[in-house]
Nanobody, 128 residues
């Protein structure tokens, strides 16, 4: 079992920055990859970024490349998402997800079904 708890969301003006955190507890050694997803009102949940814990490889959605950075602190079992140059279209509920079955190595990292643990989400609101 793995538990994920996100924090760091809030309200910010366009152009501002936020850093989201995802604290993982439980059998964290079994995590193959961790990702950030977001869901805006009326839209489907979409992948934002992923980090493969084995080698530290990262991937990003085109919409956030160059603005967001995913990273991890192994000592703290915490995943981060540094979000810079925020835009109103970044407004969404942000979720942290973890894959402990290795499914992220066999499919597109953006597929929700690859992740078997999810956090409760943290709201990010960007005003223009």
């Amino acid at each position: 079992q793995v538990q994920l708890v996100e924090s760091g969301g809030g309200s910010v003006q366009a152009g501002g920055s936020l850093r989201l955190s995802c604290a993982a507890t439980g059998y964290t050694y079994s995590i193959y990859c961790m990702g950030w997803f977001r869901q805006a009102p009326g839209k489907e949940r979409e992948g934002v970024a992923v980090l493969y814990t084995g080698g530290g490889i990262t991937y990003y959605a085109d919409s956030v490349k160059g603005r967001f950075t995913i990273s991890q602190d192994n000592a703290k079992n915490t995943l981060y998402l540094q979000m810079n140059s925020l835009k109103p279209e970044d407004t969404a509920m942000y979720y942290c997800a973890a894959d402990t079955l290795g499914a992220c190595y066999s499919g597109s990292w953006e597929g929700e079904a690859l992740y078997n643990y999810w956090g409760q989400g943290t709201q990010v609101t960007v005003s223009s």
